[in-house]
């Protein structure tokens, strides 16, 4: 079964600087999907980016970016120039294309502290 | 697009009584997802469906919770009788199944039982 790890509950960061939340996972499969997920305060799962594993670029969403590591089994998301409003419990989740219809595994979740 | 859409945001309940949540996905979605977020236990997929039929059910704590999925535009979780280990913040979701396969979560019910 595939299995996500985040290895880091917590994080901090100064405003305006770079932090990088690490995500690992499991899988035997080839093809898939990974992503990352804010929950802030207001408890609502945001979509904040997605990589296809076929693609080696690394995905990129304004301020947020990967760093997509196929062989490693390494996700990791890196935040620049932090704002208070980053401040959220992010989660990273797979998914393969085999016949799981869509069916989302989660890491734990970091969660993630902004310094003014 | 209004997204997905949960009801009620929150719900207070006695232990034994039955409670009821509700969930719209977004229109031309076919998979819909039953989560339950605790401290303790992080998020759990307690069951999804696609095309209206469940897929897997494997989640679902106990007999005491069931799920529905009558048409594609709507489905329920329920536990009857409730019990205070059943507080939570119980999240919907749904999905394509095509690329890009991203879930898009409703705004969850927490839900208290006393």
């Known amino acids: 079964a595939q299995t996500v790890t985040q290895s880091q509950p917590e994080m901090s960061v100064q405003e305006a600087e770079t932090v990088t939340l690490s995500c690992t996972y499991d899988t035997s499969e080839s093809d898939y999907y990974l992503f990352w997920y804010k929950q802030p305060p207001s408890r609502q799962m945001i979509l904040v980016i997605r990589?296809?594993?076929?693609?080696?670029q690394n995905a990129t969403e304004n301020r947020f970016s990967v760093n997509f590591q196929k062989a490693a089994k390494s996700f990791s998301l890196k935040i620049s120039d932090s704002q208070l409003g980053d401040a959220a419990m992010y989660f990273c989740?797979?998914?393969?294309?085999?016949?799981?219809?869509?069916?989302?595994?989660f890491g734990q979740g970091t969660i993630l502290t902004v310094h003014p | 697009d209004a997204g997905v859409i949960q009801s009620p945001r929150h719900e207070v309940t006695e232990m034994g009584q039955e409670v009821t949540l509700r969930c719209k996905p977004i229109?031309?979605?076919?998979?819909l997802f039953w989560y339950r977020q605790t401290m303790m236990r992080g998020l759990e997929l307690l069951i999804y469906f696609n095309n209206n039929v469940p897929i897997d059910d494997s989640g679902m704590p106990e007999d005491r919770f069931s799920a529905k999925m009558p048409n594609a535009s709507f489905s329920t979780l329920k536990i009857q009788p409730s019990e205070p280990r059943d507080s939570a913040v119980y999240f919907c979701?749904?999905?394509?199944?095509?690329?890009?396969?991203?879930?898009?979560f409703g705004p969850g019910t927490r839900l208290t039982v006393t």
């Open positions: 979701a749904s999905s394509r199944s095509g690329a890009p396969y991203e879930q898009y």
């Open positions: 229109s031309g979605h076919n998979s």
């Open positions: 990589q296809e594993a076929y693609k080696q």
């Open positions: 989740a797979y998914r393969d294309l085999g016949t799981s219809y869509g069916k989302l595994t």
